[in-house]
C-alpha cells in the first residue's frame, strides 16, 4: 500500500481537524472493554512495567495514544447486530484492533516514520529493537485475547481466518517497500497492494462476526465491502496529500514517494490535466462498492461500515 501506510493502516491518526476520514459515531462509547483488558494481555505475569526497554510497556504507550479504535467498533457493531453475546463482540474486536496495532508500530519503524497519533512512534521513543518485541507482543496478545471466547468448537476455524488476513496483510506491506523502489507504478499494481494491506484487517473484524455467528458464507460481501473502503480512503489520502509526496529529501527526511501516490499515476497515464478529477470519480466509484457490498451483509451488521463509507464520500 501507499507510503501514507502508516496514515492508512490508521484512519484515526490525524487530529480531527486535518483527518481526512472519521468513522461515522452513532455516540455510543463501545470501546471500554478494549482498554480494560490490556494490561493483563499484555504483561500476564507481572503487576507493574517499569522498564522503559520492557516490550509491554512501549505497547501500552502506543495504544494510550488513542485513535477512534476503528477496526474495534466495525467487529463490535457487527457482532451485535449478529446477535452476539456481549462478551464474544469484545472478544473479536480486541483481537482484531490488537492486530491492527500491531501491523502500526512495525510499519513505523520499517517506513521510518517518526510520529504516531502526535507523538513519537514506539521506535523512536524507546528504540528499534523494543519496537519490534513491542509489535509480536501486541500481535501475540491478539491471540491470546481470543481465549476468552465461549465457544471454543470455532476457535479452529476462527484462528485460520485471522491467520489468513494478517498473512495477506504482511504480503501487502512487503509489496508497498518494493512499490516505493519503481520509478513508476501501474494502477493495477496500486489497488492490489493498497486492498492487501488495508482492506484484509479491515475486514478481518466483520468476517471474525459473521464467521463466529454462522454466516460464513457472507464473508465475501465483508471483503470486498472492507477492500472497496480501502481503496476510497487511500486514493482520498493521496489526494490531499500530494502536494507532500511529491517533494524529495529534504534536510534528511526520507521523501514520501511520489510514485505511488494516484495522482502521479494518472498523470503517467497520460492524464496530466485531470487527474485529480479522474481519482476523485475512482474513490467514489470504490466507495459506492464499499456502500453496496455492506448493506447486503446479514443482520445489518454492515451498517457501521456503509455508514463510513458514505461519510468519506461526502467530503470528495
Known sequence: ????????????????????????????????????????????????????????????????AGGQRIRYRFAHDAAQALGMRSSDAVCIATVAELLHNASLVHDDLQDRDRVRRGQPSVWVAFGEDVAICSGDLLLSAAYAALATFSRPV???????????????????????????????????????????????????????????????????????????????????????????????EIAGVDARPASFNIITILRAAGHDADAEQLA?????????????AAADLPGRSGDLLRQSALSLAARL
Open 280 to 292: 476523485r470519480n475512482l474513490a467514489l466509484k470504490h466507495l459506492r462498492i464499499a456502500v453496496d
Open 1 to 64: 500500500m501507499p507510503r501514507r501506510n502508516a496514515v492508512f493502516w490508521d484512519i484515526a491518526m490525524y487530529p480531527s481537524s486535518t483527518a481526512t476520514f472519521r468513522v461515522h459515531d452513532d455516540g455510543g462509547d463501545q470501546t471500554s472493554g478494549f482498554d480494560s483488558g490490556l494490561l493483563k494481555l499484555l504483561q500476564p505475569e507481572s503487576d507493574a512495567m517499569t522498564s522503559r526497554t520492557e516490550p509491554a510497556h512501549a505497547a501500552h504507550y502506543h495504544l494510550a
Open 154 to 248: 470455532l476457535l479452529p476455524k476462527l484462528i485460520a481466518l485471522i491467520h489468513a488476513r494478517t498473512a495477506r496483510a504482511i504480503s501487502g506491506q512487503c509489496d508497498d517497500l518494493w512499490a516505493r523502489e519503481q520509478v513508476a507504478v501501474e494502477l493495477g499494481d496500486y489497488e492490489r497492494i493498497a486492498a492487501a494491506k488495508s482492506g484484509a484487517l479491515l475486514g478481518l473484524p466483520l468476517e471474525l462476526a459473521l464467521a463466529a455467528s454462522g454466516h460464513d458464507a457472507s464473508c465475501v460481501d465483508a471483503r470486498r465491502a472492507a477492500d472497496a473502503f480501502a481503496l476510497g480512503y487511500q486514493i482520498a489520502d493521496d489526494i490531499t496529500d500530494f502536494d507532500r509526496d511529491a517533494v524529495t
